[in-house]
C-alpha cells in the first residue's frame, strides 16, 4: 500500500484492481479444476455390491473393475466365467484364460458390460487362491424367471423331460477340441428350465431320462436379441452336480408301443402362466392372428384372436399370457383395448447390419433397398429387397377375410427400383437361441409402407442386353456372306496354328514345371482337336483319369484307339486313348497324333517326377522327413514376416540330443539312424498343425511354432516335447532312455532378426543342457526356461 496523504483514493482503486483480478483468476482455477474432475478416469470398483449397485447404463460406459471371488462355472476354452462373492454373483466374459475350477478364489480386472444385468469383460484373472465352491441355494421357477438368483449357484428339483449328448465347438475353442456336455430339460414346480453340464458321460443319459433329479449350477439364461429374459439355463461345471433322487421305473424300451393317432390320450399340462397386462402404440395389426406394440425401445409381439378395428398410431393396452415364440417373447391369447389416443412412433432408419442382428426385433423400422422380384402367394405378396449385396423380403400378409374374397390388386413396383420399405422388423431363432437370428423379414401394414425413390434406370443391365443383341444380329446378317465363303480356308489355317502354338506351349509348360494335370489336359485338348473332336483321355499309371473319358458302356459301343505310354526304364507310365465312332476306319493321323501326344506326356510325368524329387532333396532331411536347415531358415523369415504384419509373436525352440553320441559309439551308427527317426516321429506327434520341425544336422533339431500367445504357450509345448522322452526307444532288443535340452526363443522380444533368434534359443537350450549336467535330477516341468 502507498502511504502519504494524496495517495488514499489511488490506493483504494489498486486495491479494487487487485480484488477484480483476484476474482477472476478464482474462477479460471474453479473452472479448470471442474474440467480436470470431469475428465478425471472414473474410479475402479472394488466389490461385487458395487457393481450390483450399477444400472445398464452405468455399466455400459465401460467402468474399470478389480473384484475378488469364488469360481463357480468355468470350462477350458469357453468364455463364459461365473464367479460369486457371498450371496452376490455375477457374469465375466473371459476370453483366453487358462482353465479355472470351481472353488478358486480369484481377481478380476476389466470393465463393465451393459447386458441382462451389468456383466464384466475381463482384460486378466488371476488365481489367489483356492477353497470350497459356494453352496448352492435352493431356487424356484419364479425366482428364476425374476432374476432374483441372476449368475448365483442354485439347485432345483425336478423331473427330466430329456436328456441328449450336445457337442459344441467354435474357430475361438478349436484348440481346445470339441465340447460334448449333457443338455438336460427339466420340469420343475412353475414351469420348465434347461440344464448344461459338463460331462460327456453318455451312460448317464439313460439313468436320467424320466428320473427326479436334484440339479446344483449357476443360473444363467436364454435371450432374445434384444437382450430378454426367454428361458432358464443352469450351467453345471461336473455330473456330480446331478443327483438322482428317484430313479425312472424304466427307460423307452420298457414302454408299450401306443397307435400314432392316440398318443394325445397321454398328453398333460398344468399352465400355471399368469395374465399380464402391457400398453403401447399399436405399429402392426392383423385382424385375427397379431397385433405388436412398441412402447419406448421395447416392442412386443402379441397373438390375439380378436378381430375389432385397431387404428395404427393408437395408444392401447393388451392382456394376455407370456410365452416364447421362435425365441423371441410374445403374449398369447391376449385381449387388446384401443384407447383411440393418437400416440405415432416415428419409424427407426436402419441398415442391414441391424436388420440381420435382430437388434429391432418387431420395432417400427424403414429401410431401403432395390427390389429384385415380386410376387403373389395364397396367403401372402412378397417383394424380394436387395441392399448393401445382400438380400431380404418384405412381406405384405393376408387376413383371413382377404382369403374369403378376391384380394385386392398388388402393388406393382419395377424390378430395378429403388424403395424406402416402413414396417415390422419380424425375427424368428432356430432350435440354438445362443447361434443368433435364423431368419428376418419386413412386414408391411399396408401397402403405403412402399415408397418408390427411383424408378429403374433405363441404362440398366436388361436394355443394355436387348440393344447388344439388336447389333449384333445385324451385324452377323450383314457378314454371313463374306464369313461362309472364307470359312473353309480360314478355319484350314487356323487349325494348323492352333495346333503347333498349343504344342509349343505344352513344351513351355513342361519346361516351366506347371502342374503335371494341367500339362496332361493340354495334351488331351491337342490329341483331340488334331482328331476332329474326338473323346481323348489319359490313364496315368497310379489310376487317375485325366481328359473326357467315356463310360465303360460307352466304351463297348465305340472303337477305342490305345497308345502305351513308354518310359525310359521299367513299365509303361499310363495309356493315352482315343474313341471313334463304330462306322470309322483307322486312319494314319490316329497313329501319328497319339504317338506324338504320348511322347509329349512320358516327357511331361518323368519331368514332373524329377522335379518333385529334387524339390524335396533339397528342402527335406531324408533320415528324419523334416525339413533341413535351409529350408527352415526360409520358414523363419516367413515367420517373422507374418508377425511384423500382425504385430504378432512367434516360438522357436533348439533341440538337442543329450548323450547322442554315447548311441551311436555302442550301438552303432544305424542305431544312431533309428534313434534319430523315432525322435523326429514322437516329437512330430506333440505338435499342432502349423508347426514346423527341423533337422539342423547331427543331433540338433530345431521347431518354428508360429501360431501362440506368448512364452506360456511355448512352455507348454516344451513340456510335451521332454515328456516325449520319457518312454524308451526299443528296437533289435536295445532300449534307449534320451533326453534332450531345448531352449526358448521368442520373436521379437529375444531377438528380430534370423540369426538372433537362433543364437538365443541356443544360449537357452547351452544353459538347461549344463542344468542338467550338474543335476541330472531335473524333471522336465521343473527345468526353468
Not at 390388386?409 to 432356430?430: D, E, F, H, L, N
Not at 440393344?467 to 484350314?492: D, F, K, N, P, S
Not at 487356323?494 to 495334351?523: C, D, F, H, K
Request: aromatic share 6%; glycine share 8%.
Amino acid at each position: 500500500m502507498i502511504h502519504g496523504r494524496g495517495s488514499r483514493p489511488h490506493s483504494r482503486r489498486i486495491l479494487a484492481g487487485l480484488r477484480f483480478w483476484g476474482r477472476i483468476l478464482a474462477l479460471a482455477m474453479v473452472a479448470v479444476s471442474s474440467r480436470l474432475v470431469l475428465a478425471a478416469p472414473p474410479q475402479t470398483i472394488t466389490s461385487l455390491a458395487a457393481i450390483h449397485s450399477l444400472t445398464n447404463e452405468e455399466a455400459a460406459k465401460a467402468v474399470p473393475v478389480a473384484f475378488e471371488a469364488t469360481v463357480t462355472y468355468h470350462i477350458a476354452g469357453d468364455e463364459d466365467l461365473f464367479v460369486q462373492d457371498g450371496d452376490l454373483a455375477i457374469y465375466v466374459e473371459a476370453p483366453q484364460i487358462a482353465a479355472l475350477k470351481p472353488g478358486d478364489r480369484v481377481l478380476v480386472r476389466g470393465k463393465t458390460h451393459a447386458s441382462y444385468r451389468p456383466s464384466v469383460v475381463s482384460q486378466s484373472v488371476t488365481v489367489v487362491g483356492h477353497g470350497a465352491a459356494p453352496a448352492p441355494v435352493p431356487a424356484s421357477y419364479a425366482q428364476l424367471v425374476r432374476g432374483d438368483f441372476d449368475c448365483v449357484r442354485v439347485s432345483v428339483r425336478g423331473k427330466v423331460r430329456s436328456a441328449d449328448l450336445v457337442t459344441y465347438g467354435t474357430a475361438e475353442t478349436a484348440a481346445y477340441g470339441k465340447e460334448v456336455n449333457i443338455y438336460l430339460e427339466l420340469l420343475i414346480d412353475g414351469g420348465s428350465i434347461d440344464a448344461i453340464v459338463n460331462s460327456g458321460d453318455g451312460d448317464m443319459l439313460a439313468k436320467l431320462r424320466g428320473a427326479e433329479v436334484e440339479v446344483a449350477g449357476s443360473a444363467s439364461g436364454k435371450f432374445d436379441s434384444k437382450m430378454q429374459l426367454t428361458g432358464i439355463v443352469l450351467e453345471s461345471p461336473a455330473a456330480s452336480d446331478v443327483k438322482i433322487l428317484k430313479a425312472a421305473p424304466g427307460g423307452p424300451e420298457a414302454l408299450p408301443f401306443t397307435p400314432m393317432d392316440d398318443i394325445l390320450e397321454h398328453s398333460f399340462a398344468q399352465d400355471l402362466s399368469e395374465q399380464v397386462r402391457v400398453e403401447g402404440t399399436v405399429t402392426y395389426y392383423l385382424p385375427g392372428a397379431a397385433v405388436v406394440l412398441e412402447n419406448g425401445a421395447k416392442s412386443l409381439w402379441i397373438e390375439t384372436r380378436d378381430e375389432q378395428p385397431l387404428n395404427i398410431g393408437d395408444r392401447a393396452t393388451a392382456s394376455g399370457y407370456p410365452a416364447v415364440r421362435n425365441g423371441m417373447l410374445t403374449l398369447n391369447d391376449a385381449e387388446v383395448e384401443d384407447s383411440h389416443q393418437r400416440s405415432p412412433i416415428t419409424p427407426q432408419r436402419i441398415g442391414w447390419d441391424q436388420l440381420s442382428s435382430g437388434a429391432n426385433a418387431f420395432d417400427l423400422i424403414s429401410i431401403e433397398g432395390e427390389v429384385v422380384r415380386e410376387g403373389r402367394e395364397e396367403h401372402q405378396d412378397e417383394y424380394l429387397l436387395a441392399t448393401g449385396g445382400h438380400s431380404f423380403s418384405v412381406l405384405y400378409r393376408h387376413t383371413d377375410e382377404d382369403l374369403g374374397f378376391e384380394l385386392p390388386p398388388m402393388k406393382q413396383v419395377p424390378v430395378g427400383a429403388r424403395v424406402r420399405i416402413t414396417g415390422i422388423s419380424s425375427v424368428a431363432y432356430g432350435s440354438n437361441p445362443f447361434e443368433g437370428p435364423a431368419g428376418f423379414d419386413v412386414l408391411l401394414r399396408s401397402f403405403d409402407d412402399i415408397e418408390v425413390l427411383a424408378k429403374p434406370s433405363l441404362l440398366n443391365v436388361q436394355n443394355l442386353t436387348r440393344v447388344i443383341e439388336m447389333l449384333l444380329a445385324v451385324i452377323l446378317i450383314i457378314g454371313i456372306r463374306a464369313i461362309w465363303t472364307e470359312r473353309q480356308a480360314r478355319l484350314r489355317n487356323a487349325t494348323v496354328a492352333y495346333l503347333e502354338r498349343r504344342r509349343g506351349m505344352i513344351l513351355e509348360e513342361i519346361n516351366n514345371s506347371r502342374p503335371l494335370a494341367e500339362i496332361l489336359e493340354s495334351i488331351n485338348t491337342l490329341v483331340s482337336a488334331r482328331l476332329g473332336g474326338a473323346p481323348c483321355w489319359i490313364q496315368v499309371g497310379d489310376g487317375a483319369t485325366l481328359g473326357n473319358s467315356v463310360s465303360e458302356a460307352s466304351r463297348a459301343r465305340l472303337r477305342v484307339v490305345e497308345e502305351p505310354i513308354p518310359s525310359r526304364s521299367g513299365p509303361a507310365l499310363g495309356v493315352l486313348c482315343a474313341a471313334f465312332s463304330p462306322n470309322t476306319r483307322p486312319r494314319a493321323v490316329e497313329t501319328e497324333s497319339l504317338g506324338q501326344a504320348a511322347r509329349l506326356a512320358r516327357l511331361a510325368i518323368e519331368t514332373a517326377r524329377l522335379y518333385s524329387d529334387l524339390v524335396r532333396r533339397s528342402e527335406f532331411d531324408l533320415l528324419t522327413d523334416s525339413h533341413n536347415r535351409f529350408s527352415f531358415e526360409r520358414q523363419i523369415e516367413t515367420a517373422m514376416e507374418a508377425a511384423r504384419q500382425s504385430a504378432g509373436v512367434f516360438g522357436l525352440l533348439y533341440i538337442d540330443l543329450n548323450d547322442f553320441k554315447q548311441v551311436n559309439d555302442q550301438l552303432g551308427h544305424q542305431a544312431g539312424d533309428l534313434y534319430l527317426q523315432e525322435v523326429a516321429l514322437r516329437m512330430k506327434s506333440q505338435l499342432r498343425p502349423g508347426d514346423i520341425l527341423a533337422r539342423l544336422g547331427g543331433d540338433e533339431f530345431a521347431i518354428v511354432l508360429p501360431h501362440v500367445r506368448g512364452r506360456a504357450d511355448v512352455k507348454e509345448i516344451t513340456l510335451r516335447l521332454e515328456r516325449c522322452f520319457e518312454r524308451p526307444f526299443n528296437w533289435d532288443g536295445c532300449a534307449v532312455h534320451g533326453t534332450a535340452s531345448i531352449g526358448i526363443a521368442i520373436y521379437p522380444e529375444d531377438g528380430t532378426t534370423r540369426d538372433s533368434l537362433l543364437n538365443a534359443a541356443d544360449a537357452a537350450m547351452y544353459v538347461i543342457k549344463q542344468a542338467r549336467r550338474h543335476n541330472p535330477e531335473i524333471l522336465p516341468d521343473q527345468t526353468v526356461y
